[in-house]
């Protein structure tokens, strides 16, 4: 177990916080979505209230390490000023940092306008020079934890004995390590998204915990045709044709029910059509959706669940017309007795449109970090926090 910020004393020190402030942002560069700035508030609040300063640092986007204006993350300072009712300052000049006062609430700069951020061994320095700012360390940033950069995890050393988790990290952690260690059963997992490769090590290492998996996205269309099921032109991974048979055979082994769609919706891009599984998607036509029937299926065997655990969207969510099966399984699973928990990622943006978000016992705010949690049972940016 690691450390929390509850248990250091941080009176009248300088609490220099890792959060995730990484928005979307709408074209006109104001946020789209504050969520990630409202889960840290917590923390955020509990420092304050300790009699302590706060320096945060976040990233913004993918600026690879040059200063880009359109990635500042000022929107973020203004929002957070707002909830808080005090002046948050964005600095620029990191060095301008260190004269903070008790009480006053920094907000650094986005840090990948540096290249050492997510490349610490070409600039060693870069860690060091944020380091130099804080009396303690707190890693709030859950969505990061999995990516060994400056501030999440080489920043550690610098703290020996001060470096902790905050309360989103820890709440996060509360959810998802039962998954890992002991989840209470029976444990059905949901995964969709395009790309099986991507998430074929998270397939793997839920064989041994779960007692069925649900498939659907463009990810199931490599498992049909190692089935030997016409799939046409849709999506798949020819490189992961060895790795999904000796998925399946794991399942298989263990006695895992591996649930693909019933139905699926088809398009040419002229028009869209509603056909079963089992016929073969003729050349021509691409898989974007399940249909009506998979989620009767799989409904039946979903509402005997005690623990679901749900990632990816079913189909081609981003167009409105193959987003169905992800908004309605969304819907009936905010209706469900389990426990579901969702691992971020677009299955979170249906929660979100749906406004469901309420009728789910834990929503992740990192859909990469709690992949990969669930994967090695460990991040970096967590492991290397300060143990109890």
């Avoid at 916080?17 to 946020?31: A, C, E, Q, S, Y």
């Avoid at 609430?105 to 320095?125: A, I, M, Q, T």
């Avoid at 002991?182 to 444990?187: A, E, G, L, Q, V």
């Amino acid at each position: 177990m690691k450390l929390s910020l509850r248990d250091l004393d941080i009176k009248g020190k300088r609490v220099l916080m890792r959060v995730d402030f990484n928005v979307p942002l709408k074209d006109d560069g104001t946020i789209n979505d504050d969520t990630r700035i409202r889960m840290a508030l917590p923390s955020i609040r509990y420092v304050l209230d300790q009699g302590a300063s706060l320096i945060l640092m976040s990233h913004l986007g993918r600026p690879k390490g040059v200063s880009n204006p359109a990635l500042s993350l000022r929107p973020c300072a203004d929002r957070l000023q707002n909830f808080l009712g005090r002046k948050v300052a964005l600095i620029t000049s990191y060095e301008r940092a260190k004269g903070i006062k008790i009480g006053e609430v920094y907000l650094l700069e986005n840090l990948r306008f540096y290249k050492g951020e997510e490349h610490p061994g070409e600039d060693p320095d870069f860690a060091k020079s944020l380091a130099n700012l804080g009396d303690v360390y707190v890693n709030d940033a859950f969505g990061t934890a999995h990516r060994k950069h400056a501030s999440t995890a080489v920043i550690t050393n610098f703290f020996p004995n001060k470096s902790v988790m905050g309360f989103l990290v820890e709440k996060e952690l509360s959810f998802l390590a039962p998954l890992v260690t002991s989840p209470k059963h029976p444990f059905y997992a949901i995964i969709g998204g395009a790309k099986i490769g991507s998430k074929i090590g998270v397939l793997e290492s839920l064989v041994s915990k779960i007692d069925a998996i649900f498939i659907g996205g463009g990810m199931a269309f490599t498992l049909f045709k190692i089935k030997n099921i016409d799939i046409g032109d849709s999506l798949f991974d020819d490189k992961m044709m060895d790795k999904g048979r000796d998925f399946l055979q794991k399942c298989r082994k263990k006695g895992v029910v591996v649930h693909l769609p019933q139905d699926i919706m088809i398009t040419n891009d002229k028009e869209n059509r509603l056909i079963l599984a089992t016929q073969g998607i003729p050349s021509g036509w691409r898989g974007v959706d399940i249909g009506p029937e998979t989620l009767k299926e799989w409904e039946k065997f979903l509402n005997k669940a005690a623990t679901i655990f749900w990632n990816g969207p079913m189909g081609v969510f981003e167009v409105a017309s193959f987003a169905d099966g992800t908004n309605q399984l969304a819907k009936k699973l905010s209706t469900m007795p389990a426990d579901v928990i969702v691992g971020g990622g677009d299955s979170v943006a249906a929660i979100q449109s749906l406004q469901l978000e309420k009728n789910f016992a834990h929503i992740s705010t990192g859909g990469g970090a709690s992949l990969e949690y669930i994967e090695y049972g460990q991040l970096p940016g967590i492991e290397l926090l300060t143990n109890k």
